[in-house]
């Protein structure tokens, strides 16, 4: 299983990106998905996470309302659309494919 995440990059307060994941192997249909972060000097958090068929999604409380995590598992692809971005919400950003795999991360930056 492969877990590849794309989409980072810098963007002032108040910006938005989207952060796509795409995850090649045969389980991807049955794998709940999350995504985390870490930022710089602090441990890795989860963030937000998706069920298998995508009708159930969790949030940390510090994105609830900002970001929107959503899955197409015709094209094996996870992405978490993320709004009116904050400095606090710089970090790299890892997806995990049902709790066993990781991509390396893309990263987010915040200007102020």
């Known amino acids: 299983v492969q877990v590849v995440e794309s989409g980072g990059g810098l963007v002032q307060s108040g910006g938005s990106l989207r952060l796509s994941c795409v995850v090649s192997?045969?389980?991807?249909?049955?794998?709940?998905i999350a995504w985390y972060r870490q930022a710089p000097g602090k441990e890795r958090e989860w963030v937000a996470a998706?069920?298998?068929?995508?009708?159930?999604?969790h949030y940390t409380d510090s994105v609830k309302g900002r970001f929107t995590i959503s899955r197409d598992n015709s094209q094996n692809m996870v992405y978490l659309q993320m709004n009116s971005l904050k400095p606090e919400d710089t970090a790299v950003y890892y997806c995990q494919a049902g709790t066993t795999y990781w991509g390396q991360g893309t990263e987010v930056i915040v200007s102020s």
């Open positions: 192997g045969s389980t991807f249909r049955t794998d709940d």
């Open positions: 998706i069920s298998w068929r995508g009708e159930i999604t």
